[in-house]
């Protein structure tokens, strides 16, 4: 599962990267259009018709140039994770994934300003994959580490709650909406590997249940010790 993350965090900042570099060259074509533009309002205001209607078509075609382009681009994004999902053998992640994709399929820039702001959000967006991809680690290593200590005896049982509840706590915290959103999912598969006491029931059950078991051993040693 650790292996899972780490991967899915691998592949999304790669994504990212790649769409950076395609909205900065689409931002070229969205600049010059712009260019454009201001060239024919001028000559608009100027009653310079030939000239506006000149450069009016110069705008149109350079935005279409940035709109087919990142349509492209984007194309190839979404055929890279398909076919990525598979190779990296990605499995908890995989419909965050799939969402992902879909998300990016249904862009729709339309000028300078969108573009940047993109940018600068996948920028962003590049460290809090790896934050996230942090804390989902941490998350995993508590939960098993409850895992191993429920194993090895009942005197274990404090630590076994405090990691749980601790695991839990810093999920609520740390972890968003968004790519990563298969942890539920994960802490529900590492948790079925735990006895039905705590997986089902929860942890204080979990304790309750071993409290009873001690006191009906206790009772049990008193009767032998009677007869």
Do not use: C, H, W
Not at 100 to 125: C, H, M, P, W
Not at 156 to 166: A, D, F, G, H
Request: net charge negative; hydrophobic share 35%; no cysteine.
């Amino acid at each position: 599962m650790i292996a899972d993350i780490s991967v899915a965090t691998t592949l999304q900042a790669e994504v990212v990267d790649d769409e950076i570099t395609y909205l900065k060259a689409a931002n070229e074509y969205f600049d010059k259009s712009e260019r454009y533009q201001e060239l024919a309002d001028k000559a608009k205001s100027e009653a310079k018709f030939d000239e506006a209607a000149l450069y009016t078509g110069y705008a149109v075609r350079e935005k279409s140039n940035a709109l087919g382009y990142l349509k492209k681009k984007y194309y190839s994004l979404g055929e890279e994770i398909t076919s990525e999902i598979d190779i990296r053998g990605l499995t908890y992640t995989k419909n965050s994934f799939l969402s992902y994709r879909d998300n990016l399929l249904n862009k729709n820039f339309q000028n300078s300003t969108q573009v940047q702001k993109q940018i600068q959000e996948g920028k962003n967006a590049v460290a809090g994959i790896i934050s996230e991809g942090e804390s989902y680690n941490q998350i995993q290593g508590m939960i098993q580490t409850a895992a191993n200590l429920n194993k090895q005896g009942e005197e274990n049982k404090t630590r076994v709650e405090r990691l749980l509840l601790e695991s839990k706590e810093l999920a609520n915290r740390n972890i968003g909406e968004g790519l990563l959103d298969g942890l539920q999912e994960m802490i529900a598969s590492i948790q079925s590997a735990l006895p039905q006491e705590v997986s089902n029931n929860g942890v204080a059950q979990y304790i309750q249940a071993q409290e009873k078991e001690l006191e009906e051993n206790k009772k049990r040693q008193m009767n032998y010790f009677l007869t």
